[in-house]
């Protein structure tokens, strides 16, 4: 079905159709155990609707590694199991190419739909959320989008883009919804919440956003937006960066810029083969575990470099 319900603002045309570049994630795992059992899970970017990944090498100083997909979301994951190991340093990285699309959003295709309706540990859906979800779109007809579209301007007067004090970044409804602020991480559990609460599936997915204004460097930190299911189709939202970017407040309702790259999607995540520690609450970070338990020595980088 055609998008006939975005309108293209003029600001739209402030971004390109689409945007290349390579990026680079290394990560090195140290202080590990002579003779210890070591690993490795890392997330990997697949082809979507809205980018092409082109990979140019991935390697491990270790052992091998080999492409896996976690079972419920089919995140894609580069796995590496080395036994009795004999070193105390362990280096895997990941190269590859992303051509990414300026969108807005994508057509369903054979997603199961209903598991985006469901609670997740810190995202809740019961009674309590349902009333803040009403309040909010209050007046309004039965029509997902339009609610959605309320729920979008809620969240964006209610919250404001501060990473300050304890609890922010794990993305948890009910601190976003208390202390009114937070990463993109909160913005979107917050949106995610109230729209499963109203029965519009809605799903998160976390990457990294490009900078824009250097050709080449050190990406810090992580970025992350929101879905919605409208219609058979899978419709964007980018709450966090329209609170940061005010002019471009219709444009992130059903629009996303190419300057971003997607890693995964989903919360609560098991890996595959599954980890023996506790489901993650999101998947950006490598994971590692020796002898069976959460490894903290672990330092990443990544890097990017736009091309022609």
């Known amino acids: ?24 994630y290394k990560v ?3 202080n590990i155990p002579y003779g210890a059992n070591v690993r490795v899970w890392i997330p990997v970017p697949q082809t979507t609707f809205e980018q092409r990944i082109y990979f140019k090498k991935t390697y491990t100083s270790k052992g091998k590694g080999k492409f896996t997909f976690d079972k419920k979301y089919k995140n894609k994951i580069f796995f590496v199991d080395v ?42 859906v019961n009674d309590s959320v349902f009333k803040i979800a009403y309040f909010a ?15 979008y301007d809620f969240v964006l007067r209610y919250m404001e883009y501060k990473k ?15 202390y009114r602020r937070g990463n993109c991480t909160d913005f979107h559990s917050f949106f995610i919440g109230l729209a499963r609460s109203l029965g519009i599936p ?33 419709v964007p939202v980018d709450i966090s960066e329209a609170d940061k970017n005010p002019r ?21 995540i098991i890996l595959n083969p599954p980890q023996n520690g506790d489901a993650l609450n999101y998947f950006i970070y490598p994971y590692v575990e020796i002898d069976g338990e959460k490894h903290k020595s672990v330092k990443f980088n990544v890097y990017y470099k736009y091309i022609k």
């Open 28 to 30: 090195e795992i140290y």
């Open 164 to 178: 300050e004090g304890n609890g922010w970044g794990r993305g948890d409804f009910w601190y976003a919804c208390d």
């Open 83 to 124: 036994r009795n190991i004999d070193v105390e340093k362990l280096e895997i990285g990941i190269i590859l190419v992303v051509k990414r699309y300026k969108t807005k959003g994508f057509s369903n295709e054979g997603t199961n739909i209903v598991q985006f309706l469901k609670p997740s540990r810190l995202v809740p």
């Open 248 to 268: 471009l407040k219709e444009f992130y309702f059903g629009n996303l810029d190419p300057y971003r790259i997607s890693f995964t999607k989903g919360r609560d």
């Open 1 to 24: 079905m055609m998008f006939f319900w975005f309108i293209l603002f003029s600001f739209y045309e402030e971004f390109p159709d689409s945007a290349k570049f390579e990026i680079s």
């Open 202 to 234: 809605s799903f998160f997915e976390i990457g990294f956003s490009i900078p824009m204004n250097k050709k080449e460097g050190n990406i810090e930190g992580y970025h992350c937006w929101a879905y919605f299911y409208y219609e058979d189709n899978w």
């Open 137 to 151: 779109t209050r007046g309004l007809e039965d029509n997902s989008f339009s609610k959605a579209k309320k729920l």
